[in-house]
């Protein structure tokens, strides 16, 4: 990361991605997501699910909020949406595979991103896609398959799978070392398949 990415970062951190507002605006997701129809159906992944796995708290680096869903539950997802939204959730981005398909959805709240990734089952995995916009590609990615289960985290309770561990490790390989220069589409040890992106990201 350039000298410039890095200081643009430490100051953004410091304005907008404080624990304390991360932690404020996490809680406010929650309790509204509570009251949808996609309660107790999705989980969370990426450095959230490091943060309670690695340090017991939100990584200090961390600017967004990552969460998968099942395909099946599209549509409560849909309405889930409806409701951030009149909470003051802003769209961002909806990217759509080379399929058409819509896999990844992203709202933005007092700067903080939260993002949907659509997961499916093949056989005993499961995958899912994220995206580069430039240059324009698009991953697909692929872990082991796993259960879910209940757990406490930041004062509120969630999903994940029930080995952490070997999902973290299948995604970020030494994921117990902390790593400021971490960058999905280079270091993700799930990518199964690199492709020119030709899909959007408008809703």
């Excluded at 990552?66 to 409701?83: G, S």
């Excluded at 056989?123 to 430039?134: D, Q």
């Excluded at 561990?165 to 799930?190: N, V």
Aim: with cysteine; hydrophobic share 30%.
């Amino acid at each position: 990361m350039g000298l410039f990415r890095k200081t643009r970062r430490r100051i953004r951190q410091r304005l907008y991605f404080t624990p304390e507002k991360m932690l404020q605006r996490l809680h406010r997701f929650h309790d509204l997501m509570s009251q949808t129809p996609l309660a107790d159906k999705y989980w969370i992944c990426g450095g959230m699910l490091i943060g309670y796995a690695r340090e017991g708290k939100l990584l200090a680096h961390d600017t967004d909020f990552d969460f998968h869903y099942w395909r099946e539950d599209h549509q409560d997802l849909m309405e889930a949406i409806k409701t951030l939204e009149q909470a003051g959730f802003r769209k961002e981005a909806c990217w759509i595979n080379n399929e058409g398909h819509a896999t990844e959805y992203v709202l933005n709240y007092g700067r903080i991103k939260f993002e949907f990734f659509e997961a499916t089952r093949h056989e005993n995995r499961i995958r899912w896609y994220c995206y580069l916009p430039k240059p324009k590609r698009q991953f697909l990615n692929e872990v082991p398959g796993y259960d879910l289960e209940p757990f406490e985290f930041c004062e509120r309770q969630w999903l994940k799978p029930v080995d952490e561990q070997q999902y973290l490790e299948s995604l970020y390989g030494d994921w117990k070392t902390p790593c400021s220069d971490y960058t999905y589409y280079i270091d993700s040890k799930a990518i199964i398949q690199r492709d020119r992106w030709e899909g959007t990201n408008q809703w």
